[in-house]
């Protein structure tokens, strides 16, 4: 399952990602906003989200915002949630194979419906590679959550 949510600023570029991921047959839950409104802010969005992924341990999510960097900012906040800045579809696989992320934050300002996309697809087909030292770090996030 993929959840997806934005703020004002993404809402749009949401619109059509989850338009073109129910067209592809991928399994997605829009948490919203269902409309467009302007005092819509990220924080909000993104803490939705990430408490719905931290439920569904084997669901991931994709925000959009302006930049991406405030919906990765909130989303990292909840344990077990690892969201990346998908700046990059090499960024976004990566982010997959090794630090097993399962937020994907995407900027409205700087990316374009087509970028997004490539990106979305991506990081969706790359598993993640259960090798020893990415698992060692994976504990180690770990462990930094709970000594919080």
């Not at 959840?3 to 338009?19: C, W």
């Not at 302007?38 to 992924?53: K, N």
Request: proline fraction near 4%; charged fraction near 25%.
């Amino acid at each position: 399952m993929v959840y997806i949510a934005a703020d004002h600023g993404g809402f749009t570029k949401k619109q059509l990602l989850v338009a073109w991921l129910r067209r592809s047959g991928q399994p997605v839950i829009d948490l919203g906003p269902a409309r467009l409104t302007p005092t819509d802010d990220y924080p909000i969005w993104a803490a939705r989200l990430a408490r719905t992924i931290q439920q569904d341990r084997h669901a991931v999510g994709v925000v959009v915002c302006r930049s991406g960097v405030g919906m990765a900012l909130v989303a990292n906040k909840f344990e077990g949630v690892r969201a990346v800045q998908g700046w990059s579809s090499r960024v976004a696989q990566r982010s997959r194979r090794d630090e097993k992320t399962n937020v994907l934050s995407l900027a409205s300002d700087f990316q374009s419906i087509t970028e997004m996309k490539r990106i979305v697809r991506l990081w969706l087909k790359q598993p993640y590679r259960p090798i020893a030292r990415y698992q060692r770090r994976l504990r180690e996030i770990s462990r930094i959550e709970h000594a919080r």
